[in-house]
């Protein structure tokens, strides 16, 4: 009888407070490893997350140096290194990884072939001769990979091929997933030929697994709160006779005098090395409850207006976590006021759906002043109120540019990709045409902005 551990974390986002003590259970549990008892060690992705100061200023490459600390196995990636860098930082990304990257549904637009840096599986042998197939599903975006250079695929479009071609290679397939909850139980449901499914990028937490049909789902929630183990007991003939799963709240674990000072030490390393590019100088403040050039967000709507054409502009106030001071204003200033990880969008619309996505947006105005907003890239605290360059209510009608709105002319909105993914505004997605703007951080954008008015050194998008 061989037994197997499988060790998965995910959705670490930055949150390096759990770090040092994740870090020393993965060795522990490593370290006993045995031919009779193999430790597979995975990560399923959004170990990345620009909100972190660090993150930010070394694209990710400080995270990746973290994790070649534990020695993965296998890791697939999410969200937040799909689509929270620029393609040419993606391909940076994983240059010094001591770790394979599995990636299934991925390709580079340009070839139509997986990247030098990812594969599309990996097949790991254990000391007995167990072959375990790898497979990586990360989140499909294909209106923002799109623009990125990507080319992304849905699961049912890459799992039957793939599953054929690794059935005659494999004892047993493990997924890392990073898709949600929803399609892994589909997964489950209809491709019995996968053993386990380790999930992620919905947050959800099974603390002692989940079976569906045949198959074991697992997962370990978020931000380095659990860890989470899987045991798989195989027979003489390679079988998986038993699957198990569990997982360790990271609070219980041993917390060490110094773990502290280390990740305090990783956010003054980042905010030092943002702190030293150099945006511009603000000839006044830039304030959240300013007005016209002292607004942070009358500023930040011309800035969008600069970057890109469209008839009107939208922002809300609960974007903007902090006030630029006069003077120098640095890349740490617009990463602690402008931390989200969203992207802009253009969307086009009839002026008769126009009508309708504005009257959507008036009558929550109320209600979302001081709403909490959680995930979807916010990292603030309310959603705010909405702000419009080029857009104002006269009575009961909108004007757009000062005229009434033709209902059957097109008029182009850009605003952040956030509107149209959150519950409250379904009508963005419904009566227009978006057309993605990536990379276009709304923080890069207003760095350029600064920097094309206000300062020497050219400043990239």
């Known amino acids: ?13 930055s949150h390096f407070e759990n770090w040092p003590k994740i870090r020393r259970f993965i060795q522990q549990k490593q370290q006993y490893a045995s031919n009779r008892h193999p430790v597979l060690t995975v990560d399923l992705g959004d170990f990345c997350d620009r909100v972190h100061p660090l993150t930010e200023a070394t694209d990710g490459r400080a995270n990746v140096e973290l994790m070649n600390q534990v020695h993965y ?8 290194e799909g689509i929270g860098n620029t393609k040419p930082q993606l391909d940076r990304l994983y240059e010094h990884a001591n770790f394979p990257v599995v990636v299934s549904n991925l390709l580079d637009d340009n070839h139509q072939q997986t990247s030098p840096w990812c594969h599309t599986y990996k097949i790991h042998q254990t000391p007995r001769g167990t072959r375990v197939g790898i497979i990586g599903l990360t989140a499909p975006f294909p209106f923002t990979y799109g623009p990125l250079g990507w080319d992304v695929s849905f699961p049912d479009e890459v799992l039957p091929e793939l599953l054929a071609e690794l059935s005659s290679q494999t004892d047993v397939i493990v997924l890392l997933s990073h898709l949600g909850y929803l399609d892994d139980e589909h997964i489950a449901a209809h491709y019995p030929e996968i053993d386990v499914i380790i999930g992620s990028h919905t947050h ?3 603390e002692n697994g989940k079976v ?16 989470g183990e899987i045991t798989l007991e195989l027979d003489e003939n390679h079988h998986v006779v038993s699957k198990k799963s569990t997982t360790y709240p990271t609070k219980l674990l041993v917390e060490h005098a ?4 280390e990740v305090i030490g990783y956010q003054s390393q980042g905010h030092e090395l943002l702190q030293a590019q150099i945006i511009g100088d603000l000839p006044n403040p830039w304030l959240r409850n300013g007005q016209g050039p002292t607004s942070y967000i009358e500023q930040s709507l011309e800035a969008v207006a600069d970057f890109t054409q469209a008839d009107a502009y939208l922002l809300s106030t609960g974007l903007f976590l902090g006030d630029l001071a006069s003077g120098q204003v640095t890349s740490d200033d617009l990463h602690r006021t402008l931390p989200h ?24 105005h109320d209600y979302l002043i001081d709403y909490p907003i959680v995930g979807m890239g916010f990292r603030g605290k309310v959603f705010g109120e909405m702000k419009a360059k080029n857009i104002e209510k006269m009575g009961a009608d909108f004007l757009v540019g000062g005229q009434p709105i033709a209902l059957d002319k097109p008029y182009r909105l850009v605003m952040m ?13 419904a009566l227009g045409k978006i057309e993605s703007l ?7 954008v207003v760095a350029c902005y600064i920097n094309k008015k206000y300062g020497n050194k050219k400043v990239s998008n």
Not at 258 to 261: F, N, T
Request: overall charge negative; hydrophobic content about 45%; glycine content about 4%.
């Open 438 to 444: 990536c990379p276009s951080l709304l923080r890069n």
């Open 212 to 227: 569906v049909d045949t198959t074991l789902l697992a997962a370990a929630g978020k931000f380095g709160q659990y860890v």
């Open 73 to 80: 196995d296998a890791v697939t990636i999410g969200n937040n």
């Open 417 to 429: 990709d956030h509107y149209s993914f959150i519950k409250f505004f379904p009508k963005i997605a």
């Open 1 to 13: 009888m061989e037994r197997m551990t499988i060790i998965h974390t995910n959705d670490l986002h």
């Open 258 to 261: 110094y773990d502290q000072a």
């Open 341 to 364: 990880p969203m992207h802009l969008i253009r969307v086009t619309f009839s002026g008769a759906n126009l009508i309708e996505v504005l009257t959507e947006i008036a009558n929550q």
């Open 204 to 206: 959800h937490l099974f």
